[in-house]
């Protein structure tokens, strides 16, 4: 089998009766998902099909990371490296404006690889990388107003500290909430650096004829990135729109895309029961259709939240056509355990727990500490550490989830690092494809928002004319 050295699936919790499923079941799957493995390896692979259904997002880590090493100063990969280069030197801030998927991947590379205080730390303590921020995906007066505040007062330095730079995600150009805030952030970065400058300060990444891109054109805007068209937006995180915010950030993008690529090798060859991405559908699958409507992916670090923010957003898009779609909710714990934890196992009969489980940490492992008062009697336990306490409140939740008969999952990850992040991206993308599949519906279709969009136009035009 593969090796995928950063990510372990374990299902052994999820075969527990009366809610559970059985080893019949499990194994009864087999031949379907394997002949849908193969359906969508084939579609996946076919340019004609994959650019119809934007499904090219399976090969894109290997296509970018072959057109690297054949060319490092003008493949896509190259490019975008040498952009975050040039704007570290540049600025010392980059808002991202987006919104969808395009939002959340990036947010959530961010907040698994960086430093949980990057943007408070300073420039030397970052080395030199610039602040990330985002805005664009609603309408938040306040947060935006506040954002563009702290940009105005952050600007009075001179070099880098003084500047900030505008990457702008949109593949069509037109969505709302991300256009509105790019007038009102490119007002304020024209006043600070210039017309005649400001196209070294904003980098769209949009579609081939979209109307960010004919704007990109008139502004002179340099460094363009495409988003592809055979790429669906939920599935874009390892293209531009997630490569080059994680690249200004310092995160090494050679390694995401590397690791994503191994998941690939894993999923096309890999047995089913030996294989973490169809193991990890047949479960959830089998769940579902025994009545188990709501899939909570449990996190046990707040550096993996966006993650599952990002994978809810993914699976809300690939079911949000179909009437009876699975809920998908991300709880962080320890901290949801007093909340979230007894809400949800009020019906142990219609949810299902996916654990992602830290292997180790990045920092040394802190322990409780000794007190010389012993007020909340701890001093028996001085010598545990944080992680260990974590280990075991996995370990406790997952037999109270067991005696009650509640089927979970564990999906085990050595560190939250590129490597980990790139196959566990990968992974859960896989899945979704594989799925969506699995139940006959279009894994990249989008939820129908027509009417919606129809209504907020028209009400906004109805009071632009009155």
């Not at 975050?84 to 010392?92: I, N, W």
């Not at 420039?123 to 995906?137: E, I, M, S, T, V």
């Not at 654990?355 to 010598?383: F, K, Q, T, Y």
């Amino acid at each position: 089998m593969p090796k995928i050295h950063s990510l372990v699936f374990d299902p052994a919790n999820a075969f527990v009766p009366p809610h559970g499923i059985t080893q019949a079941q499990f194994d009864s799957l087999k031949d379907r998902l394997v002949a849908c493995r193969a359906e969508m390896l084939a579609a996946d692979v076919d340019s004609n099909e994959a650019h119809r259904s934007g499904g090219q997002f399976l090969e894109m880590p290997e296509r970018l990371l072959d057109a690297y090493q054949s060319d490092r100063e003008n493949s896509q990969l190259g490019r975008i490296l040498k952009t975050a280069s040039r704007l570290s030197t540049l600025v010392d801030k980059v808002v991202v404006l987006g919104a969808g998927s395009s939002f959340t991947g990036a947010r959530a590379l961010m907040e698994a690889c960086c430093h949980p205080y990057h943007n408070e730390l300073g420039r030397d303590q970052r080395g030199g990388k610039p602040r990330l921020y985002f805005a664009g995906n609603n309408f938040d007066n306040d947060r935006s107003q506040a954002l563009l505040d702290f940009l105005e007062i952050d600007s009075k330095s001179d070099g880098p500290e003084g500047k900030w730079a505008l990457v702008v995600i949109s593949e069509s150009g037109e969505t709302l909430e991300t256009a509105a805030s790019f007038r009102q952030f490119y007002t304020k970065l024209k006043s600070l650096v210039g017309e005649e400058l400001l196209a070294d300060y904003i980098i769209p990444v949009t579609g081939q004829t979209s109307r960010l891109a004919s704007l990109a054109e008139a502004i002179g805007c340099k460094e363009r990135y495409l988003i592809p068209a055979g790429v669906g937006q939920q599935f874009s995180v390892f293209s531009a729109v997630g490569l080059l915010p994680a690249a200004i950030l310092g995160i090494d993008v050679v390694k995401l895309l590397e690791s994503a690529s191994a998941m690939n090798t894993h999923f096309r060859t890999a047995e089913r029961g030996q294989n973490a991405v169809m193991d990890y559908v047949a479960v959830n699958h089998l769940l579902e259709e025994k009545g188990v409507s709501t899939r909570v992916l449990l996190v046990r670090c707040k550096s993996l939240e966006a993650v599952g923010i990002w994978y809810d957003q993914m699976l809300a898009e690939r079911r949000g056509n179909q009437e009876n779609g699975d809920l998908a909710l991300t709880c962080v714990n320890s901290r949801d355990v007093n909340s979230r934890g007894r809400q949800l196992r009020r019906d142990a009969r219609d949810k299902v727990i996916n654990n992602v489980i830290l292997g180790s940490w990045r920092s040394d492992p802190l322990p409780i500490g000794e007190s010389n008062w012993d007020h909340d009697g701890l001093n028996s336990l001085a010598e545990k550490t944080l992680p260990q306490i974590m280990d075991a409140a996995v370990e406790a939740a997952n037999r109270a989830y067991r005696e009650d008969g509640w089927p979970t999952t564990n999906l085990h990850m050595r560190a939250a690092n590129e490597e980990g992040l790139g196959q566990l991206f990968q992974l859960l993308m896989l899945a979704t494809v594989l799925e969506g599949r699995l139940i006959g519906i279009s894994p990249y279709g989008q939820p129908r928002v027509e009417k919606y969009e129809k209504y907020l136009n028209q009400l906004l035009r109805e009071d632009v004319a009155s």
